[in-house]
Nanobody, 129 residues
Framework: QVQLVESGGGLVQAGGSLRLSCAVS????????MGWFRQAPGKEREFVAA????????WYADSVKGRFTISRDNAKNTVSLQMNNLTPEDTAVYYC??????????????????????WGQGTQVVVSS
């Protein structure tokens, strides 16, 4: 059974940076699509960033483009989200997700939560003003 464990969340001042990590276990290969989503208080969960199985293609929500960077290390079965220039609007629980069954996704599918069937428990990020 695939398990995802996020880490790296915390409290940071506006303008600061955090690096989230997601460790994947339970499968012999991590060559599957990975994504980060977030859910702010009182809001629905939304797409943040995604990366294909090779790491050669990435996708970002417009709200984080230019500030966040997603990367992966398949040898270590990890995916990371570097978050810079954080704002209070970035406050949310951040979730790591993976497609446990499909290695190849059409570009438009990386943004959809339904493309991912394995989810972590989330890590809280709070950005103070």
């Amino acid at each position: 059974q695939v398990q995802l464990v996020e880490s790296g969340g915390g409290l940071v001042q506006a303008g600061g940076s955090l690096r989230l990590s997601c460790a994947v276990s339970g499968r012999t290969s991590n060559n599957y699509p990975m994504g980060w989503f977030r859910q702010a208080p009182g809001k629905e969960r939304e797409f943040v960033a995604a990366i294909n199985w090779t790491g050669g293609s990435t996708w970002y929500a417009d709200s984080v483009k230019g500030r966040f960077t997603i990367s992966r290390d398949n040898a270590k079965n990890t995916v990371s989200l570097q978050m810079n220039n954080l704002t209070p609007e970035d406050t949310a629980v951040y979730y790591c997700a993976t497609s446990g069954s499909r290695r190849y996704l059409s570009s438009n599918l990386y943004f959809r939560q339904t493309s991912y069937d394995c989810w972590g428990q989330g890590t809280q990020v709070v950005v103070s003003s």
